[in-house]
């Protein structure tokens, strides 16, 4: 083997002095922002109460709960479970396919190749931005008090905070589609309607149904915890089984939504695929 | 129209046209197919949520007016005809507005940092060893896939009412979902300067922490503003359970039927998470910049 000659330091150190002598700004820049960072966390563990003592007693609380929840068991209420969750899947896969409808001709008008006109743009979008910034939580609340306690509240919940979402993702997807095919209509005599319907929507809608199908699965999630403020669904069972203590069937209907929400993801990664491979096919 | 075109003879158009035909009607079947299912789904899913177009139909004017209520003093004037009167409670709304926003960066900071610690095991590309992986992923998962709002009501039990749950229920399921976007990060990293440390003797940490970690910080830290900004939204309700923000006195103020009120909160709400949004969408944009710059 033969031996590498021995790098002189100081070679390297006028040759690359950028490496070597970095300014102090760009040297101080991670480790001051690390700091901050930190500090502005340690001000809000004191301004939040966090005290060791707080935190020791109701860790140990919590593993005592963990050992109280095992093993899962949902007594003798059962059916009720099974027909909660029935409900809660119902209430995502109704919520989110009436906010797609809604969603759909709106964000038409919020897509800057279909309105060019910022000055209309403009408010649409700070509108769906508005509804977005509710919390879904929020929302079911405000059914609550206009159609009463029930899933139906929880459904238009979904609906309306969706809404927003959709609103939003559909008009970037519009956005994102091909010129050329529009021309194309355009060119052969189409007006605006036929430019939409057979130039846009062709490659707008796979990927707004791969959106949908994502958003069914991601609302079973919201679905569950909308119950909680008494919309409907599996979630009123946990709130109420969480607040008589009942761990057993807490720990149960825990299991339930996790497993119900993995067969959902499962379903509709494998419909999105399809849909998918139907658009490059077609 | 188009037969002013035609080139082709009318029998041979008249096989394609067929053919055409046969084509498209297989694919119109499939279609209708895949739509009747769904609307039969829809139909079930009707009868399960107990969905009632007439109640709709009947209340529908309610929920117009809840706004038109909502947007109106006590006095019957207009709610922006007198700001002081409709933000009567401003200084307490605010303060409780700086603790949600407390409660979703210190919720987010500690989740970012359990993730940080935890997705170096579970991307396939660091991880030692697949046990290991197989355990963090599943724990990573449950975190994420259990709503913050679920973890909160079983925290307010465990440590008492207040923030300290609040942001424990965050920092949980934030340690789920960033674990996850960081591990990906990971796993679309360069290798080759990882062999190349190694190939120095090091130990895995070194190659974590000298290979690895300057190609993926950038990503990291854009994730972390990502869920911060989707924390604030969510610490927004955690009070609704009682574990501190402004959640707590926005359900007192709808379930009292405190009409303006309500919509003085949202405001401050939707304020907020703009302001948050555009802020962090900023420093997003600037964090990438330099990640492209490198």
Redesign the interface.
């Known amino acids: 083997m033969s031996q590498l000659p021995k790098p002189d330091p100081q070679a390297l150190r006028a040759k690359y002095p950028d490496v070597f002598e970095r300014p102090a700004s760009a040297r101080l820049a991670t480790p001051l922002m690390l700091l901050a960072?930190?500090a502005?966390?340690a001000f809000?563990?004191f301004?939040?109460?966090?005290s060791p003592s707080?935190?020791v007693s109701?860790?140990r609380?919590?593993g005592w709960?963990t050992l109280m929840m095992i093993p899962p068991d949902p007594g003798s209420s059962l059916p009720t479970y099974l027909s909660a969750l029935?409900?809660t899947?119902?209430?995502a896969?109704?919520g989110t396919?009436l906010a797609a409808c809604m969603a759909l001709p709106v964000s038409l008008l919020a897509a800057r190749n279909i309105i060019p006109s910022a000055i209309f743009r403009f408010p649409v979008r700070r509108f769906l931005?508005?509804i977005r910034?509710?919390?879904t939580?929020?929302w079911a609340?405000?059914?609550i008090?206009?159609?009463?306690l029930?899933?139906?509240a929880?459904?238009?919940a979904i609906a309306v905070s969706d809404f927003g979402a959709f609103g939003k993702l559909f008009s970037e997807a519009i956005e994102a589609a091909d010129k050329k095919q529009v021309e194309g209509i355009r060119a052969s005599g189409g007006s605006t309607l036929h430019e939409i319907r057979f130039g846009l929507l062709p490659q707008v809608l796979p990927v707004i149904a791969g959106q949908v199908l994502y958003y069914i699965e991601s609302n079973t999630?919201?679905a569950?915890?909308i119950g909680?403020?008494g919309a409907?669904g599996i979630g009123l069972q946990?709130?109420e089984q969480?607040r008589v203590?009942e761990w057993q069937k807490?720990s149960f209907l825990?299991l339930m939504?996790?497993i119900a929400?993995?067969v959902i993801d499962w379903i509709s990664t494998k419909l999105r695929f399809a849909i998918i491979g139907q658009r490059a096919v077609? | 129209m188009a037969t002013g075109v035609s080139i082709l003879p009318a029998q041979q158009l008249a096989a394609l046209n067929d053919a055409y035909r046969k084509a498209v009607a297989r694919k119109r079947l499939k279609t209708m197919m895949a739509g009747a299912v769904f609307f039969g789904a829809l139909v079930v899913a009707g009868i399960g949520a107990e969905v009632n177009l007439r109640t709709l139909f009947t209340y529908f004017g309610n929920f117009v007016s809840y706004f038109d209520r909502i947007l109106t003093l006590d006095s019957g004037q207009r709610v922006w005809t007198d700001v002081g009167e409709w933000f009567w409670g401003w200084q307490k709304w605010l303060k409780l507005l700086a603790e949600t926003i407390l409660i979703s960066y210190v919720g987010t900071l500690i989740g970012a940092v359990f993730a940080f610690a935890l997705n170096f095991f579970t991307a396939q590309n660091t991880s030692p060893g697949p046990w290991l992986r197989f355990i963090v992923r599943r724990l990573l998962e449950f975190a994420r896939t259990v709503p913050g709002i679920v973890f909160a009501l079983v925290f307010v039990i465990a440590f008492g009412l207040g923030p300290m749950a609040g942001v424990l229920a965050i920092a949980v399921h934030s340690t789920g979902a960033l674990g996850k976007l960081f591990s990906e990060i990971v796993e679309n990293a360069d290798m080759k300067p990882v062999e190349g440390i190694r190939s120095t003797g090091a130990s895995w940490l070194s190659c974590m922490r000298f290979a690895v970690l300057p190609q993926v910080s950038a990503g990291y830290a854009s994730y972390a503003l990502l869920r911060f900004e989707i924390n604030v939204r969510e610490a927004s309700v955690m009070g609704f359970v009682g574990a501190g923000g402004i959640g707590q006195e926005l359900v007192v103020a709808i379930r009292k039927f405190y009409y303006s009120d309500v919509s003085a909160i949202l405001v401050t709400i939707i304020v907020t998470v703009f302001v948050i949004d555009i802020t962090t969408g900023w420093l997003r944009a600037k964090l990438f910049g330099k990640e492209a710059r490198a």
Do not use: H, K, Q, Y
Request: a negative charge; glycine letters at 14%; zero cysteines.
């Open positions: 960072a930190f502005v966390l809000g563990l301004d939040l109460g966090f707080r935190l109701g860790l609380e919590l709960i029935g409900e899947l119902s209430i896969l109704l396919t931005d508005s910034g509710v919390d939580l929020i609340l405000v059914w008090n206009v159609v009463g029930g899933p139906f929880g459904v238009l999630r919201s569950t915890i909680i403020v409907g946990l709130a969480i203590l807490v825990i939504i996790l929400v993995a077609a």
